[in-house]
């Protein structure tokens, strides 16, 4: 079910550019917009099916999933139309003997008959299931097209020139330092609660961020290095990772979205963060608990959770719709607000890390050094010394007391 | 804030590693090795330990203070000691260790037990940490006050130094003063009375409310200049032939008298010591019983020997001495001695089995360097007793009641401490009434 | 003789009688080393708080539930995920009818899809829910050694292993599974992986002691 790069070209019409922006476009929205208005927004992207460029008949399967083939397909034909092999109440609906001409499938076919295939015209089956009978849906070849020609492509090269930019930055900037360096002093920053919920989301970000990479990416960039076989077996234990994994994300991002929700609206302040361009490229940018960037990666992930989730459960039980354009269409949502998240969450990574003095304190300890709060969030940190509360006293001993040099020997 | 235990400035007391190691290893049986062999860092001991709650310093946690056996069992005694050590997976217990873990062990543990109720293991740190304590002074550490006061003990009969001439003297003394009979060395009898000298010095109304109850109920009972002290420092302090010095002393008193009874007055520790280790420690099983006050007064309570006025002066809270409640499993017999008799009584929230420590356990009372901390602590009984709304707190307890006191001092509280023999002896119905 | 073939068969065999030799000699290495017999008078029997200990310890009990339900929480999800995983997951009964026991077990009840997945989340939520606790919290920090790590680390690697190759269609991620696991029989009676029986040893010594004063703590 792969199309070679000289088919894929063939594919592309003039329109394909107008289709590509519409995608993109649409999955934004996607990722801003509700669920509902979202799933209009995209269906409107889906274009008619492709006309005589198409290639042969295949069987479509759907997700790119390793899942075994829906079945045997009987087509009507004199021998079985007429007999009892089929038990009552398990006909499929919609049309049935669409090719009434045809009398022995495989020999007399018909134009009559490959188009009623073709468009997706239901046979009888011998098992109850809505779709086994449709022996091809064309949208599906809509689908693999956009998944691959441009989710992907355009998704990989986001995600490259996201690692090139960090990169870049990293070599021009270097790594941006406590000014004055550390105080010493420390004021508590992120709950337990909290620092529970967030490295529950990042764990599962990377495993789902991983397996999701190779099930996106592996066949054109891991195949080709590591082989048929071994990729076959990488890509079974992706998808299978992937759908265990998937589930408990639902959860853990609700749980993000409850601890953090306190501080993350949005106020004038953050205009003139933005102004000053968040004093990354030098300067300073007053802020609160949280500034612009920390309040737009929070929502993003919310609502990019949230069409993460309600994708990825379309996803997990595919045979439970009526069809399988819904699922065309949450695979693509999923991949594009995917490749978002994984996108802007590296630059919150390199950040949170190797990018900048004293931030992966706050999260992995709880508190930060009361010099890089003044850095960078100086009415936070005002806030918290105006009005220090007795538990924020006690944060600040354990954290004092918490510190490594405190422990060595105490500890292990 | 407090300075936090672990600042005790550097000094030059020699320590002597392998001693330590000596110790542990003796002391170390299949107990005390599953317990080290049990815990799985959970860390949810830290919410059961007051020096914790109070201080909120990761330290304190109670499985922490397993670490230094657990490095000597691993390269000694424990299953596959021998495998780690020779793959050099079992780190030395060093020098710097045991000076690090010195505050941990003595000042910042009452062995109040209140971590292993927490425990899903169930570890008994208390019972590795007077193991641990032993090691530690085998090794010359250990804060020189407690092992001062040990000293004392051995040498002078107590640990406040209250020589059999000074109890002889202080108990005529408060038999004249309360006009009240303390019989002291009595050639027979049925019952051997202890007492704390926390109480002979500090509070000696206890003593004579002993006595007046004893009396009144008609208790064949006597002192004895031979046996008197009850507190056992050399368990404190884990200075081991201390604190068989101090149970021989009560035993052979005991036998000479021909008790059939030893009372333990209000003090936590002593019951703790003579009614569950004392056999132990001497190494025979004791040949009379050993009773708390509380105990003992609820017996004759039961047999009618005992008639009180209600105490009616104010709503009173009782605060569970660890060793004689959760640790000694006398827990109702306090209860049923204020049943009916505080007319206003009220529980404190934990209570009973589940009580907070009131910070001086373990001999951290005596400690000097451990005041502040203890003081810290002692907040959270405050509030515990505040949230009752009785304005006296009752205990059974004279160390508690000392810690309490001087806390209370400290933080200038207003509540009242009481002691429950003394307000029992001071309710006692006149007899020609009864 | 394949790689996968050694996975299989005598490593296999190794690790399990690594684990069984090693549990065996752990338990009875610790009861060996003996204990003073206490020679103060009960109030009550010792059995008795044992075994009311064995029981109490498993649930939150006497208040202070701040940290404990967390644990408990988390705990249980974990630890209950995980045994039905091992205990009952279809292709792990195959493995013990055929090639432990080679008996068929029909009475041996299979988990369905749905249920392996469930318990499959559960034992992942809890034990990463469990291993960031670890990290995070300054109390089980300053507690944390190597060995805590290592633990977390095989099993949720065994774990990841056998979720992995759930498809059961490559051998080579069966294998893997196999050698994660036997990574972490090997481990286990060596580590604080023994917890799984030392906790019993521990309950019974603290229940019996203080059983004897009245009290079950």
Request: aromatic share 8%; hydrophobic share 45%; net charge neutral.
């Given at each position: 079910m792969t199309v070679s790069p000289m088919e894929a070209s063939r594919v592309r019409s003039p329109r394909m550019k107008e289709r590509l922006l519409g995608i993109v476009l649409g999955g934004l929205a996607l990722a801003v917009a509700s669920l509902s208005g979202a799933w209009t927004a995209v269906a409107q992207t889906q274009a008619p099916p492709p006309g005589a460029s198409a290639p042969p008949p295949v069987i479509s399967q759907p997700g790119g999933s390793v899942r075994p083939p829906a079945g045997a397909v009987n087509l009507p034909d004199q021998t079985t139309a007429g007999g009892s092999v089929r038990p009552p109440g398990m006909s499929v609906e919609g049309p049935v003997g669409f090719a009434p001409a045809a009398k022995k499938l495989g020999h007399d076919s018909t134009t009559d008959l490959w188009r009623g295939v073709r468009e997706g015209q239901g046979g009888n089956v011998v098992f109850p299931s809505r779709e086994a009978g449709i022996l091809i849906q064309s949208e599906g070849e809509d689908w693999r097209v956009r998944r691959?020609?441009?989710?992907?492509?355009?998704?990989?090269?986001?995600l490259l020139g996201i690692l090139g930019l960090l990169a870049v930055y990293f070599l021009v900037r270097g790594r941006i330092r406590i000014s004055g360096g550390r105080s010493g002093r420390v004021i508590p920053r992120f709950t337990l609660g909290q620092r529970i919920a967030h490295w529950m989301v990042a764990a599962l970000f990377v495993l789902l961020g991983v397996s999701g990479l190779i099930l996106l990416f592996g066949k054109s960039v891991l195949m080709p290095v590591i082989g048929k076989e071994a990729f076959a077996l990488v890509a079974s234990a992706s998808l299978q990772g992937h759908n265990l994994f998937g589930p408990i994300f639902i959860p853990a991002i609700l749980a993000l979205f409850v601890l953090f929700l306190r501080g993350n609206g949005y106020g004038l302040v953050d205009l003139k963060w933005l102004v000053k361009g968040g004093g990354l490229f030098g300067g300073h940018a007053s802020s609160h608990k949280y500034n612009f960037g920390e309040k737009t990666w929070f929502?993003?992930?919310?609502?990019?959770?949230?069409?993460?989730?309600?994708?990825?459960?379309?996803?997990?039980?595919?045979?439970?719709?009526?069809?399988?354009?819904?699922?065309?269409?949450?695979?693509?949502?999923?991949?594009?607000?995917?490749?978002?998240?994984?996108?802007?969450?590296?630059?919150?990574?390199?950040?949170?890390?190797?990018?900048?003095?004293?931030?992966?304190?706050?999260?992995?300890?709880?508190?930060?050094?009361?010099?890089?709060?003044k850095d960078h969030h100086d009415l936070w940190y005002e806030e918290h010394k105006r009005q220090a509360t007795t538990d924020a006293r006690m944060a600040e001993v354990r954290a004092a007391a918490v510190g490594d040099a405190a422990l060595r020997g105490a500890g292990s | 804030m407090t300075d936090?235990?672990?600042?005790?400035?550097?000094?030059?007391?020699?320590?002597?590693?392998?001693?330590?190691?000596?110790?542990?290893?003796?002391?170390?049986?299949?107990?005390?090795?599953?317990?080290l062999d049990a815990c799985v860092h959970c860390g949810q001991c830290a919410q059961a330990c007051h020096f914790h709650e109070a201080t909120q310093d990761p330290r304190h946690t109670p499985a922490l203070k397993l670490q230094p056996m657990t490095r000597v069992w691993r390269r000694t005694k424990a299953p596959f000691a021998g495998l780690r050590k020779a793959l050099g997976l079992a780190p030395e217990l060093t020098e710097q260790d045991l000076r690090d873990f010195e505050p941990l062990i003595f000042d910042t543990c009452t062995m109040c037990a209140r971590c292993t109720v927490v425990c899903p293991m169930a570890i008994d740190v208390a019972s590795v940490v007077a193991a641990t304590r032993q090691a530690f002074v085998a090794a010359g550490l250990g804060p020189p006050d407690l092992l001062q006061a040990a000293d004392n003990a051995r040498d002078k009969g107590s640990p406040l130094g209250v020589t059999a001439q000074v109890?002889?003297?202080?108990?005529?003394?408060?038999?004249?003063?309360?006009?009240?009979?303390?019989?002291?060395?009595k050639p027979k009898a049925e019952v051997l009375l202890t007492i704390s000298s926390i109480e002979l010095m500090?509070?000696?109304?206890?003593?004579?409310?002993?006595?007046?109850?004893?009396?009144?109920?008609?208790?064949?009972?006597?002192?004895?200049?031979?046996?008197?002290?009850?507190?056992?420092?050399?368990?404190?302090?884990?200075?081991?032939?201390?604190?068989?010095?101090?149970?021989?002393?009560?035993?052979?008193?005991?036998?000479s008298i021909g008790v059939r009874t030893v009372v333990i007055p209000e003090c936590g520790h002593a019951y703790g010591v003579m009614r569950w280790s004392g056999a132990n420690i001497l190494g025979r099983p004791l040949p009379f019983e050993v009773v708390h006050i509380t105990e003992y007064l609820a017996a004759l309570k039961r047999q009618g020997r005992l008639a009180f006025a209600p105490y009616a002066k104010s709503a009173v809270t009782y605060h569970d001495p660890c060793q004689i409640s959760?640790?000694?499993?006398?827990?109702?017999?306090?209860?049923?001695?204020?049943?009916?008799?505080a007319t206003d009584f009220r529980e404190m929230t934990p209570t009973g089995n589940y009580n907070w420590c009131c910070g001086g356990g373990g001999g951290v009372q005596a400690m000097a360097r451990a005041a502040d901390v203890r003081h810290e602590v002692f907040r959270i009984k405050m509030a515990q007793v505040e949230a009752t709304g009785a304005p006296a707190l009752v205990s059974a307890c004279a160390n508690c009641r000392l810690t309490m006191d001087e806390s209370k001092a400290a933080l200038g509280w207003d509540k009242e401490l009481l002691s429950i023999v003394e307000i029992l002896a001071d309710n006692l119905v006149p007899k020609r009434a009864a | 003789m394949s790689l996968v073939e050694l996975i299989e068969g005598p490593l296999w065999w190794l690790a399990l009688t690594v684990l069984l030799l090693g549990v065996g000699w752990r338990i009875v290495a610790l009861l060996m080393v003996g204990k003073p017999k206490d020679l103060s008078v009960a109030r009550r029997s010792g059995i008795a708080g044992a075994l009311e200990a064995l029981l109490l310890h498993s649930v939150p009990h006497g208040g202070n539930l701040g940290r404990t339900l967390y644990h408990f929480m988390t705990g249980y999800l974990f630890h209950i995920g995980l045994f039905v995983l091992v205990l009952f997951a279809a292709p792990h009964v195959a493995f013990i009818e055929k090639r432990l026991i080679g008996v068929e077990m029909p009475w041996w009840p299979e988990l369905p899809r749905w249920g392996f997945i469930i318990a499959a989340e559960a034992a992942f939520a809890g034990l990463i829910l469990l291993y960031i606790h670890r990290m995070t919290d300054p109390v089980k920090r300053a507690l944390s050694d190597i060995d805590d790590h290592i633990g977390v680390w095989?099993?949720?690697?065994?774990?990841?292993?056998?979720?992995?190759?759930l498809q059961e269609a490559h051998a080579g991620l069966r294998a893997l599974h196999m050698l994660s696991v036997e990574a972490l029989l090997i481990y286990f009676p060596f580590s604080r992986l023994m917890h799984a029986f030392t906790f019993a040893i521990s309950r019974s010594y603290t229940g019996a002691t203080y059983g004897r004063r009245g009290f079950t703590p």
């Amino acid at each position: 079910m792969t199309v070679s790069p000289m088919e894929a070209s063939r594919v592309r019409s003039p329109r394909m550019k107008e289709r590509l922006l519409g995608i993109v476009l649409g999955g934004l929205a996607l990722a801003v917009a509700s669920l509902s208005g979202a799933w209009t927004a995209v269906a409107q992207t889906q274009a008619p099916p492709p006309g005589a460029s198409a290639p042969p008949p295949v069987i479509s399967q759907p997700g790119g999933s390793v899942r075994p083939p829906a079945g045997a397909v009987n087509l009507p034909d004199q021998t079985t139309a007429g007999g009892s092999v089929r038990p009552p109440g398990m006909s499929v609906e919609g049309p049935v003997g669409f090719a009434p001409a045809a009398k022995k499938l495989g020999h007399d076919s018909t134009t009559d008959l490959w188009r009623g295939v073709r468009e997706g015209q239901g046979g009888n089956v011998v098992f109850p299931s809505r779709e086994a009978g449709i022996l091809i849906q064309s949208e599906g070849e809509d689908w693999r097209v956009r998944r691959n020609e441009i989710v992907a492509r355009y998704g990989g090269q986001i995600l490259l020139g996201i690692l090139g930019l960090l990169a870049v930055y990293f070599l021009v900037r270097g790594r941006i330092r406590i000014s004055g360096g550390r105080s010493g002093r420390v004021i508590p920053r992120f709950t337990l609660g909290q620092r529970i919920a967030h490295w529950m989301v990042a764990a599962l970000f990377v495993l789902l961020g991983v397996s999701g990479l190779i099930l996106l990416f592996g066949k054109s960039v891991l195949m080709p290095v590591i082989g048929k076989e071994a990729f076959a077996l990488v890509a079974s234990a992706s998808l299978q990772g992937h759908n265990l994994f998937g589930p408990i994300f639902i959860p853990a991002i609700l749980a993000l979205f409850v601890l953090f929700l306190r501080g993350n609206g949005y106020g004038l302040v953050d205009l003139k963060w933005l102004v000053k361009g968040g004093g990354l490229f030098g300067g300073h940018a007053s802020s609160h608990k949280y500034n612009f960037g920390e309040k737009t990666w929070f929502w993003l992930s919310v609502a990019l959770g949230i069409v993460l989730s309600a994708s990825g459960v379309v996803l997990l039980f595919p045979d439970a719709l009526a069809d399988r354009a819904l699922a065309q269409l949450a695979n693509l949502a999923h991949a594009i607000s995917a490749v978002l998240f994984i996108g802007v969450g590296l630059g919150h990574a390199y950040l949170g890390t190797i990018g900048m003095e004293g931030a992966l304190e706050g999260m992995a300890r709880g508190t930060v050094d009361e010099n890089w709060a003044k850095d960078h969030h100086d009415l936070w940190y005002e806030e918290h010394k105006r009005q220090a509360t007795t538990d924020a006293r006690m944060a600040e001993v354990r954290a004092a007391a918490v510190g490594d040099a405190a422990l060595r020997g105490a500890g292990s | 804030m407090t300075d936090m235990p672990g600042s005790i400035a550097p000094d030059n007391r020699p320590v002597d590693v392998a001693a330590a190691v000596a110790k542990m290893e003796a002391l170390i049986g299949s107990h005390l090795g599953s317990y080290l062999d049990a815990c799985v860092h959970c860390g949810q001991c830290a919410q059961a330990c007051h020096f914790h709650e109070a201080t909120q310093d990761p330290r304190h946690t109670p499985a922490l203070k397993l670490q230094p056996m657990t490095r000597v069992w691993r390269r000694t005694k424990a299953p596959f000691a021998g495998l780690r050590k020779a793959l050099g997976l079992a780190p030395e217990l060093t020098e710097q260790d045991l000076r690090d873990f010195e505050p941990l062990i003595f000042d910042t543990c009452t062995m109040c037990a209140r971590c292993t109720v927490v425990c899903p293991m169930a570890i008994d740190v208390a019972s590795v940490v007077a193991a641990t304590r032993q090691a530690f002074v085998a090794a010359g550490l250990g804060p020189p006050d407690l092992l001062q006061a040990a000293d004392n003990a051995r040498d002078k009969g107590s640990p406040l130094g209250v020589t059999a001439q000074v109890l002889e003297d202080r108990c005529e003394w408060l038999a004249d003063e309360h006009e009240t009979e303390i019989p002291l060395d009595k050639p027979k009898a049925e019952v051997l009375l202890t007492i704390s000298s926390i109480e002979l010095m500090k509070y000696p109304d206890s003593v004579v409310a002993m006595a007046k109850l004893l009396n009144y109920a008609g208790v064949d009972w006597t002192l004895s200049s031979k046996g008197y002290e009850s507190t056992n420092f050399g368990v404190l302090s884990g200075k081991g032939d201390v604190a068989k010095i101090a149970v021989n002393r009560i035993v052979e008193a005991a036998e000479s008298i021909g008790v059939r009874t030893v009372v333990i007055p209000e003090c936590g520790h002593a019951y703790g010591v003579m009614r569950w280790s004392g056999a132990n420690i001497l190494g025979r099983p004791l040949p009379f019983e050993v009773v708390h006050i509380t105990e003992y007064l609820a017996a004759l309570k039961r047999q009618g020997r005992l008639a009180f006025a209600p105490y009616a002066k104010s709503a009173v809270t009782y605060h569970d001495p660890c060793q004689i409640s959760r640790r000694g499993g006398a827990t109702a017999d306090a209860r049923y001695l204020l049943d009916g008799f505080a007319t206003d009584f009220r529980e404190m929230t934990p209570t009973g089995n589940y009580n907070w420590c009131c910070g001086g356990g373990g001999g951290v009372q005596a400690m000097a360097r451990a005041a502040d901390v203890r003081h810290e602590v002692f907040r959270i009984k405050m509030a515990q007793v505040e949230a009752t709304g009785a304005p006296a707190l009752v205990s059974a307890c004279a160390n508690c009641r000392l810690t309490m006191d001087e806390s209370k001092a400290a933080l200038g509280w207003d509540k009242e401490l009481l002691s429950i023999v003394e307000i029992l002896a001071d309710n006692l119905v006149p007899k020609r009434a009864a | 003789m394949s790689l996968v073939e050694l996975i299989e068969g005598p490593l296999w065999w190794l690790a399990l009688t690594v684990l069984l030799l090693g549990v065996g000699w752990r338990i009875v290495a610790l009861l060996m080393v003996g204990k003073p017999k206490d020679l103060s008078v009960a109030r009550r029997s010792g059995i008795a708080g044992a075994l009311e200990a064995l029981l109490l310890h498993s649930v939150p009990h006497g208040g202070n539930l701040g940290r404990t339900l967390y644990h408990f929480m988390t705990g249980y999800l974990f630890h209950i995920g995980l045994f039905v995983l091992v205990l009952f997951a279809a292709p792990h009964v195959a493995f013990i009818e055929k090639r432990l026991i080679g008996v068929e077990m029909p009475w041996w009840p299979e988990l369905p899809r749905w249920g392996f997945i469930i318990a499959a989340e559960a034992a992942f939520a809890g034990l990463i829910l469990l291993y960031i606790h670890r990290m995070t919290d300054p109390v089980k920090r300053a507690l944390s050694d190597i060995d805590d790590h290592i633990g977390v680390w095989l099993t949720f690697i065994a774990m990841l292993t056998g979720c992995l190759a759930l498809q059961e269609a490559h051998a080579g991620l069966r294998a893997l599974h196999m050698l994660s696991v036997e990574a972490l029989l090997i481990y286990f009676p060596f580590s604080r992986l023994m917890h799984a029986f030392t906790f019993a040893i521990s309950r019974s010594y603290t229940g019996a002691t203080y059983g004897r004063r009245g009290f079950t703590p």
